[in-house]
C-alpha cells in the first residue's frame, strides 16, 4: 500500500470548513483514498473514498489532485463533534486480506468552540 | 440493523486467565477481522476470517484464537492473558455500499485491562 503523510494535529472553529490535507505521491493507478475518523473511544467510522474523481456524501467531500499524490477531506461546516482523529489510507481495496487497513497516526482535528 | 456489535465493553482480567471477547454483525458480512489498538498507536489486525469456516493470522496473532462457525459471529479467545495484551480491541466486518467499494464497519470496542 502507498504510504500517506498527514499533519499531526489542525484546528478548525465550529462552523467553518475544515480542511484535511494527504499527501500519497507514491500512489498506485488502481489504488483507492479512503478516509476514516476515530472520535474518542470510539471504533473507526468510514466517511468517504475515492479512485479519481472528486467525491461528495452527506458526510464530507473528496477533492484528489489531478496526479493523485494529494487529497484534501472537507468537511464543511465542522461542529464540536467533528472533533477526531482523522486517517487517510490508499489501498487497493477496502482492507480485505492478511494486511487489512494500515491506520497510522492520522491528523488529530480539534474543533474549536 | 444494529450493525457491528462488541460484549463486554470493559473486562479486567489477572495474568494466566482465559476469556473470549464477542463480536457479531447482522449485515450478512463475509469478511470479519479483529484489531488491536495501543495509546496512541493505530490499528493493528489479529486475525480475520473471509467467511464461515475459515479463519487466517494477521499482523499480530500470537497469543488469540479465533473461529467462524456463523456468518454473524467471530469471537476472539485469549488463552492464557499477558498484560502485554492490554489494549482496546476492535471488530470489524466488510461489505459493500450500494452500487461502490467495499468498506469496513466497526464495532464499539472492548477495553481491556491484564494485570
Known amino acids: 500500500d502507498a504510504k500517506t503523510t498527514q499533519p499531526p494535529s489542525m484546528d478548525c472553529a465550529e462552523g467553518r470548513a475544515a480542511n484535511l490535507p494527504c499527501n500519497h505521491s507514491?500512489?498506485?493507478?488502481?489504488?483507492?483514498v479512503y478516509w476514516y475518523r476515530q472520535i474518542h473511544s470510539q471504533g473507526p467510522q468510514y466517511i468517504i473514498h475515492?479512485?479519481?474523481n472528486n467525491e461528495t456524501n452527506e458526510m464530507a467531500s473528496l477533492i484528489i489532485t489531478e496526479d493523485r499524490k494529494s487529497s484534501t477531506l472537507i468537511l464543511p461546516h465542522a461542529t464540536l463533534r467533528d472533533t477526531a482523529v482523522y486517517y487517510c489510507?490508499?489501498?487497493?481495496?477496502?482492507?480485505?486480506?492478511?494486511?487489512?487497513?494500515?491506520f497510522g497516526k492520522g491528523t488529530h482535528l480539534i474543533i474549536q468552540p | 440493523n444494529a450493525g457491528v456489535t462488541q460484549t463486554p465493553k470493559f473486562q479486567v482480567l489477572k495474568t494466566g486467565q482465559s476469556m473470549t471477547l464477542q463480536c457479531a454483525q447482522d449485515?450478512?458480512?463475509?469478511?470479519m477481522s479483529w484489531y488491536r489498538q495501543d495509546p496512541g498507536m493505530g490499528l493493528r489486525l489479529i486475525h480475520y476470517?473471509?467467511?464461515?469456516?475459515?479463519?487466517d493470522q494477521g499482523e499480530v496473532p500470537n497469543g488469540y484464537n479465533v473461529s467462524r462457525s456463523t456468518t454473524e459471529d467471530f469471537p476472539l479467545r485469549l488463552l492464557s492473558a499477558a498484560p502485554s495484551q492490554t489494549s482496546v480491541y476492535f471488530c470489524?466486518?466488510?461489505?459493500?455500499?450500494?452500487?461502490?467499494?467495499?468498506?469496513?464497519?466497526f464495532g464499539p470496542g472492548t477495553r481491556l485491562l491484564v494485570l
Open positions: 489510507i490508499v489501498r487497493v481495496a477496502a482492507g480485505g486480506g492478511a494486511d487489512g487497513l494500515t
Open positions: 507514491t500512489i498506485s493507478g488502481n489504488e483507492y
Open positions: 475515492g479512485l479519481k
Open positions: 449485515m450478512n458480512h463475509e469478511y
Open positions: 476470517s473471509v467467511g464461515a469456516g475459515i479463519t
Open positions: 470489524a466486518s466488510m461489505g459493500r455500499l450500494a452500487g461502490s467499494q467495499e468498506t469496513q464497519y
